[in-house]
Nanobody
């Protein structure tokens, strides 16, 4: 069982930045690929970014490429999402997830989920 706890959400103006963090409670954090998803009201949960268990591979949704950066720190059991140039359409609840796969970009590939953190972007 892996428990995930997100933090860092909040209200930001369009064009601003936020950094989301997720701490995992596991002794084998480096065995998991990690990802960020988001879900806006009335919409399905969608993939935002993923990072392999080695940290050497990262993947992004086209909508966030060049603006968001995912990273991991295995010494702290943490995965982060740096979000720059935020747009109103980025507003959603952001979820951290862990996958037993080496790299994962599909929702069904993830095994553990956090509770989510709200990101609100004002125009």
């Amino acid at each position: 069982q892996v428990r995930l706890l997100e933090s860092g959400g909040g209200l930001v103006q369009a064009g601003g930045s936020l950094r989301l963090s997720c701490v995992a409670s596991t002794d084998s954090f480096s065995d998991y690929a990690m990802g960020w998803f988001r879900q806006a009201p009335g919409k399905e949960r969608e993939f935002v970014a993923g990072i392999s268990w080695t940290g050497s591979n990262t993947y992004y949704a086209d909508s966030v490429k060049g603006r968001f950066t995912i990273s991991r720190d295995d010494s702290e059991n943490t995965v982060s999402l740096q979000m720059n140039g935020l747009k109103p359409e980025d507003a959603a609840v952001y979820y951290c997830a862990a996958s037993r796969e080496a790299i994962a970009a599909k929702l069904y590939e993830y095994d553990y989920w956090g509770q989510g953190t709200q990101v609100t972007v004002s125009s």
